[in-house]
């Protein structure tokens, strides 16, 4: 599917197990961010990355780790989940083509228990 | 203080009605984005603008580049506009990754 995606779209895990979320575009953008979404914060960003081998933290990455080994795809794991962290994850995209306007995936609705 | 401030936090309007919402920032932009969220739904960018005025359909999106403020604009508004508006800022450097202000829960009334 042309687009933005991510995988799952829900997900309840436990404390301290580790999940990862999946991000994948088919546009070739060079740049994808990770955000976290929470009543009474708003959206965040966890981490970013400029292109393939490239990332970077922002405003909250501690519990995050993220790799991107290719373009199309940007995975954010939680190496050992804490309820702190059940939040809506959205990944986004964006690009030179476009201005760098921002496309965002649906979002993973993830809980930890 | 927040770096982008929205106002207002909440908003109900009657079908039909013309609606404004509002957008500070503190900071050097690169662009200034307006995004919408509908319940339980993703997020969809309406506008991305770094200086004048950008027109889609009902929507307008006006910004001030020497005031830093920015305004969203629904004409004739309609019940479907009801969602959350979020505006958000890109920061000068190369990545341009999105600050985001707090969001304006828009409800329109028929």
């Known amino acids: 599917d042309a687009g933005i995606t991510q995988s799952p779209r829900y997900k309840i895990t436990e404390t301290g197990r580790q999940v990862t979320l999946m991000c994948h575009q088919t546009?070739?953008?060079?740049?994808m961010f990770w955000y976290r979404q929470d009543l009474g914060h708003g959206l965040r960003l966890i981490y970013y990355?400029?292109?393939?081998?490239?990332?970077d933290k922002g405003e909250v990455p501690d519990g995050y780790v993220v790799s991107r080994s290719k373009t199309e795809n940007f995975p954010l794991t939680l190496e050992s989940a804490t309820r702190s962290q059940t939040s809506v994850y959205f990944c986004?995209?964006?690009?030179?083509?476009?201005?760098?306007?921002?496309?965002f995936g649906p979002g993973t609705r993830l809980t930890v228990t | 203080k927040n770096e982008v401030e929205q106002s207002p936090q909440n908003l109900t309007a009657q079908e039909g009605e013309f609606i404004t919402i509002n957008c500070s920032y503190s900071?050097?932009?690169?662009?200034l984005h307006w995004l919408q969220q509908h319940p339980g739904g993703g997020i969809v960018s309406l506008f991305m603008l770094s200086s004048g005025k950008k027109k889609h359909g009902r929507l307008i999106a006006t910004i001030n580049i020497q005031e830093k403020h920015s305004s969203l604009h629904i004409t004739a508004s309609h019940p479907r506009d009801s969602a959350v508006y979020i505006c958000?800022?890109?920061?000068?450097?190369?990545?341009?990754?999105?600050?985001f202000g707090s969001g304006t829960q828009l409800t329109v009334l028929p």
């Open positions: 900071v050097g932009i690169s662009a």
């Open positions: 958000a800022v890109s920061g000068l450097g190369s990545a341009r990754q999105l600050t």
């Open positions: 546009w070739s953008h060079s740049y």
């Open positions: 986004a995209s964006s690009g030179v083509v476009g201005g760098y306007e921002q496309y």
């Open positions: 990355s400029a292109a393939a081998d490239i990332t």
